[in-house]
């Protein structure tokens, strides 16, 4: 039987990488680079590289992210996908959240002298956002060509740094299928005093929204009740204007109509927006803007501040007792001052001294706290307190200079006899 010889010539030269621009399509959005990147060429034994333009949810990430399809016919352009060519995807080591860079380390080693395609599809970001657009990029592989290792040795004092990203809820959508948007109220967040005939709000929002999700709660200053309206509540589908019919809560006769009720707090539920306002408050003895030398903290918070204000004012009502309605007509700067100042003396903290961390750099804004520590706010208190309830409300003062025993023998404690005594000063102050 004769010998057959196989006679083997080693193939040399690189492979020519053709033309297939059209199949190629580089997603900026979602991928910065890749490695190998378009038109490259790199060993048959080559790790892939793949940087992100975006946080990734690594827990929707696996390697059905990523294909690698053989082209078999340039003309026209004919692929078959190379399945299981990945190792499973380790995030804790194969994924650098800081740089956002992922290592893919292939099972076996690709073809050599071919062309493929690395093929990056279907990602999710950490807002829920999916990738529409497919990556993908046009490699070869030669022997001599470029090799990507697959480095996850950490060094011994690397920090593990996840990406938590943070997540917005979806807003509910409209009739558009689109995110909603709320411009406005009529009545503007923070308003105090509104009277009590007002029966419609007006909401402005972009576009269709779901009117079931709007609620307006209302809680009740005296007792702490809180009650969840029966509201109506219709949009405009040119102009998206949503009305809210409050319902009319008047007990009397039917021409007294009550739809904002005194002394009640209203928060509206605008989707994902609230506004709030008052019914008209009594007593109220402190304007809000009268603690404006002293703090921001009510132009900035003026729901709370009034809550706060119409609590001590109640307090301060039920102690003058009888004569309350001659004070607050015949004495309304004493009744004002007190109650301010009484609430300036019970609260801490009073300023808007709102402080944030930039680094390790701590970043204060607002008023100095030490032009509040300058204040007595509770001497100031009772002296208006003394000008409030002071004996027959009239002002008093006292001698400036009267004699007073003001030394003592150490051991008797006794006072000296009168002509050692001292004569001693009162300040001049008012009762």
Known sequence: MADHVIIVTPAGGEPYVPSLVAGEF?????????????????????AFLVKFNRPIDLTEISTANFQILRVTNTSPVETTEITGIFEEI???NHYDSI??????????????????FLVITGLIDTTGAVQVDDHIVLFATA???????????????????????????PAPSGGTGTITTIVGCNIPDGTLNVVADTSQIELSFTETVDTSLISVLEEELDTGNTTSLDIDVEQDSGTYVVTISLPDQSTAS???LLYVRPNCIYTIDAIYTTFQFTGVLSPFYVPLNNFIPYTNAPASDPITWARFVYIISEEVYTRMGDNADWLVTNRPDAVKNFTKYMILSMSTGLTSNESFMLGELQITAGMSTSNRDNYDYKSMMELWESRLFGYGFVTRSVDVVAPRAQSYYPYSNNAKRYMERRFGTFDRRMF
């Open 26 to 46: 580089a997603n900026d959005a979602w991928v910065d680079f890749t490695r190998p990147n378009s038109q490259d060429t790199i060993t048959t034994d080559s």
């Open 90 to 92: 380790d995030t804790t």
């Open 99 to 116: 740089s956002r860079q992922l290592i893919l380390i292939t099972t076996e080693n690709l073809p050599a002298l071919a062309e493929f």
């Open 143 to 169: 022997g001599t060509g470029i090799e990507y290792e697959a480095d996850t040795t950490y060094d011994i004092d690397q920090v593990i740094i996840e990406d938590y990203t943070l997540v917005t809820p």
């Open 254 to 256: 039917p021409s007294e």
